[in-house]
């Protein structure tokens, strides 16, 4: 019988799921959903991890093997397509599930190397090279001596409650999620419960808007839903652009019923009969992701007129951002929506009053939609037991930068700091030393190993004057120069601003120039170029502080962020920028200078046809020498010399 | 143009709020936009085309040139940044003369910072008309440059 089921099953039969209560199930219902969970499979199956970390590995060439392999040993094999896990730095990362026993995750492995491991597996035998662990589901059979998935350095720890169907199921199939229990919340609160009673439920959780700032959620919720009008909107905020965030997108490819689930929620508590996503354009897979999700949901008719006889009708638009870092404000997402330029607008009134199109609009992030059919699935006193007093849940992060692994970690709020870099992150990588975080991306601020103990929650990153954003974090150790990476994230806010208020226009280009000024050497040292610098640096502060009260929206009041706190945190490695005009880290290329070294110099000639300055001086055979005052610190001696007699110094 | 006014016919007339949607369809088809698509578009939609241009151009995604034949993106990412992505991209300006948003002038690169392209583990990486290429240092720009010139 199991063979002659599909992954896809009638809409009408999924309804019926849906409503029941899992006792209630009658034996060919738990059959399928032991079929749709692959807990019980008839032939081996191989788990693709296909998101945008790992396609680059080429998925059809792991197809392609695995058919060849099959081919060979005449055995069918499925290929399902999977989300990630999250563990980035292991991609590609593949499942294989051999009929009644556990399924086995490995890592980083090549299309060469994927027979002789299926090999094995099918022999019953567990190569352990490149081995994350094995997930054991319901009737399996597990295997012996072989550690278990979330026992690996990455995943112990976790509070995967967002994440934890990433990377197990087939992240388009609404039937695959309803058999992991999703939609049951939608569907349960759609026949039993009012909009004022799962209201009371949202307020009761404590839940906080993920974005950032961490505003309680129910008081948005309430305005939405007690303003009069004919019309009412959900918005949920995917435009995620921060450089080095990425854990929407992995959420977002990997588990995009959970997403929409929550727009639905949100929707009927509200009483909104229109949702909006409001995703990435350059997020391709995200999109195709997202658009199959909610074509699946319509035609198992969670989506529609009338949804499950309930009267609720819903739908769910998506819209692709034309990509502008300003457009995860609120009120510039509205604009954009609207067809305009997306730029903020004054507020109030709040956009949930007075938003979309001038009807009351719930914008929210994708993180914190999310946890709304956790919340009503499981009550808000089971939500409330994760977290702190204050912070209730789970907050996801992407760590990226310096770090041995990199991936998306969900913690619960009141972990500290240390736990997601030296526990998940395995620590900075090469096991150099810690030298700052920085956490919330380009409007963020520096984290020093001072404060690493600091757990994370709103109340513990208040009292520390930390941002903790919408979840990046970018380790930097001691090979990283901090001041140039300020100046790369005022040049991005630079670009980013959208041009309306003059603080924020005018004020990260000044402040950009001033850091440019610093991390760079002019030719020539004449004229008013170093007393620009020195100026420059003494007003950089005033300036920032100027910018932070103001200018109109977040990007604007943020943008200085990781200036003024570098400033604080970096003073001795400014200062050397600045007066001694050296970049301990030598990123600041421009800073370095270079001598040569008279032994290994065997008089080439080479370094001198290629100096651009004409700097270096010197006749054939005889040792050369670098002229610093006319030095660019182009570093191209240093690229050319076959010798090895250039010294950076 | 036919492909213009059918993707036109799709959208209400005159309904200002799909302007955005209307010119990313447009791009997705035609590949950049020019004033005769924006002429067009606002005929439809009764908007000002000055109004279109200062949409089209507030926005990263829509470009008014057609793209090199072969388009290099650079990711712009902090995990690419903390790995020298600002020499590639100044290798990148040197070697191929242009800046971001540019094209060459035989028309066979173009060039744009993007943001996070998603493959931090791999860091720094460019894109070359999709086609992902890691682990980039300066010296391998200039030989993937020179492959790619080669080709031609």
Known sequence: MIQEMTNRINPRELQEILLLEKPELNQEQQAMIRFLRRERISRPAVFLDVTSPSVIYGIDQFKVAVKEWGENNALDVDVVETGSLGLISAEPVIGIQIPGRARLYYGQITPLKLPSILDAVVRQVVPEENLIGQMLMASQQPWEGIPFWDQHPFFKGQTRYLMNLCGVIDPCSASEYIAWGGYQAFAKSLRYYTSQELLKLIEESNLRGRSGSGFLAATKWLKVANTPSDKRYVLCNADESDPGGYMHRILMESNPHLIIEGIMLAAYITGSGQAIIYTRSRYPMAVKRLQKALQEARSAGLLGSDILKSGFSLDIQLKRGPGAYVCGEETAILSSLEGKRGMPQNRPPYPATQGLFDKPTLVHNVETLAQVPLIIRNGPEWYKKTGTAESSGTKLFSLSGRISRLGVVEVPFGTPLKTLVNDFGGGVRNGQPLKALLLGGPSGKFVTATQIDTPIDFEHFEEEDLVMGSGSLVVLDEGCCPINLMKNLMDFNHQESCGKCIPCRDGTKRVLSILKSVTTRPANQEKFDALERFRGITRIEELAEVMKSTSLCGLGKTAANPVISGMKLFREEMEEHVFDRICRAGVCRNLRSFRIDPVNCTGCNICMIKCPENAIIGSPHKVHIIMEDICSGCGKCYEVCKFNAIRVL | ?152
Request: proline residues 5%.
């Open chain 2, 1 to 152: 143009m036919d492909d213009i006014t059918s993707i036109l016919s799709k959208y209400p007339e005159g309904v200002t709020e799909n302007l955005i949607p209307v010119l990313q369809e447009i791009q997705d088809s035609t590949s950049y936009l020019n004033g005769e698509i924006v002429q067009a578009v606002a005929a439809y939609l009764k908007i000002p085309a000055v109004k279109i241009y200062s949409v089209a151009t507030f926005y990263n995604e829509f470009r008014f040139n057609p793209g090199g034949h072969y388009h290099i993106q650079v990711c712009q990412g902090t995990g690419c940044l903390l790995d020298g992505s600002e020499q590639i991209r100044r290798e990148l300006m040197r070697l191929l003369e242009i800046g971001p948003g540019e094209i060459t002038r035989d028309g066979w690169f173009s060039l744009e910072w993007v943001p996070c392209l998603g493959v931090c583990q791999e860091a720094p990486v460019i894109s070359i008309n999709g086609k992902i290429i890691t682990n980039m240092t300066p010296a391998k720009v200039k030989e993937v440059i020179a492959q790619y010139r080669k080709s031609r």
